[in-house]
């Protein structure tokens, strides 16, 4: 159900989704719009839901307050879902406002949790000639105006962990002439494969990881031994005690003997695991010298 009404723009509210999806104009722009506002005033109704939030015109909302226009046009939409709203508040954005690519991108990750994996049976699209279905890849390339080429360099740039995304978004910004797509499409793929790299290096690495997480449990060993003092040799138990922590130390080292060597070390490898090689060395040695005090 719609309703049109006035309503006073100190109870309206931005929807708090609009910032998450959607920047704020550059200087220029905004001091443009405002002109055009403060001439002829809000022509357009906004589109608020029953709680007062606005789907459908934020930058409207944020001029009227800045002009201190009291009182605006909307249309109070009951909406049937969360879904539907926030389907209606991306829509009107790109229609009204041409994202930046980087925006654009972040919608394809966010329209696929919104689209089904398959058109449900008997869906319509309105924009497409004939009413046919299409499949979810398609009806996001639709919703944005945009191409498969553009869908594929999307799915990319969302697999990148945020590091490199911002990485990619301050090239972007910093070459003097604005990459072409072909251009921005072969940094994607050039900072996915040191991604790929990257992972590779850290899967090399998994089996010294778990030395240094074995090594620890024999610290704990180590520490047990230690805190016992005098008393391990009293009696059978502390002799048991005694042997267990032997055994683990030499069943320990006997493996990593074998597994250390056999390792797929590059020098960017041990660059990375720097800090665990010291502490490694740094265990033996707390080994070394426990065996020796208590034992020797």
């Given at each position: 159900?719609?309703?049109?009404?006035?309503?006073?723009?100190?109870q309206l509210k931005e929807h708090p989704q609009n910032k998450k999806y959607f920047g704020s104009m550059n200087k220029e722009e905004w001091a443009?719009?405002?002109?055009?506002i403060r001439a002829v005033g809000i022509t357009t109704p906004l589109t608020v839901n029953k709680q007062g939030y606005v789907v459908k015109g934020n930058m409207r909302l944020r001029a009227a307050k800045e002009l201190d226009i009291k009182t605006v046009p909307c249309f109070v939409v009951e909406y049937d879902t969360d879904e539907a709203e926030l389907m209606d508040l991306i829509r009107d954005n790109v229609m009204r406002r041409e994202p930046d690519i980087f925006t654009k991108m972040k919608l394809v990750e966010e329209l696929k949790k919104r689209y089904p994996k398959k058109s449900p049976p008997g869906v319509k699209i309105e924009t497409v000639q004939n009413e046919q279905e299409l499949p979810p890849r398609d009806?996001?390339?639709n919703f944005?105006?945009?191409n498969v080429h553009f869908m594929?360099?999307?799915?990319?740039?969302?697999?990148?962990?945020?590091?490199?995304?911002q990485e990619l978004k301050d090239w972007f910004y910093s070459q003097e002439k604005g990459p072409t797509k072909k251009e921005l499409d072969e940094k994607i793929r050039e900072l996915g494969d040191e991604k790929d790299k990257a992972d590779k290096e850290i899967k090399n690495l998994l089996p010294y990881k778990k030395a240094v997480t074995d090594l620890e449990k024999l610290k704990e060993k180590i520490a047990e031994l230690e805190t016992k003092e005098s008393e391990l040799f009293?009696?059978?138990?502390g002799v048991q005690q005694i042997l267990d922590a032997l055994?683990?130390?030499?069943?320990f080292f006997t493996k990593q003997c074998m597994v250390i060597p056999a390792l797929k070390i590059t020098t960017k490898s041990k660059e990375l695991m720097?800090?665990?090689?010291?502490?490694l060395v740094e265990l033996v040695e707390n080994w070394l010298a426990a065996i020796k005090q208590k034992l020797l």
């Open positions: 159900m719609t309703i049109y009404k006035q309503i006073r723009t100190a443009g719009f405002l002109e055009d009806l996001i390339k944005l105006n945009e594929a360099m999307a799915n990319l740039f969302n697999a990148l962990p945020k590091d490199k995304q009293k009696d059978a138990e055994v683990a130390g030499r069943d720097h800090d665990d090689i010291e502490a």
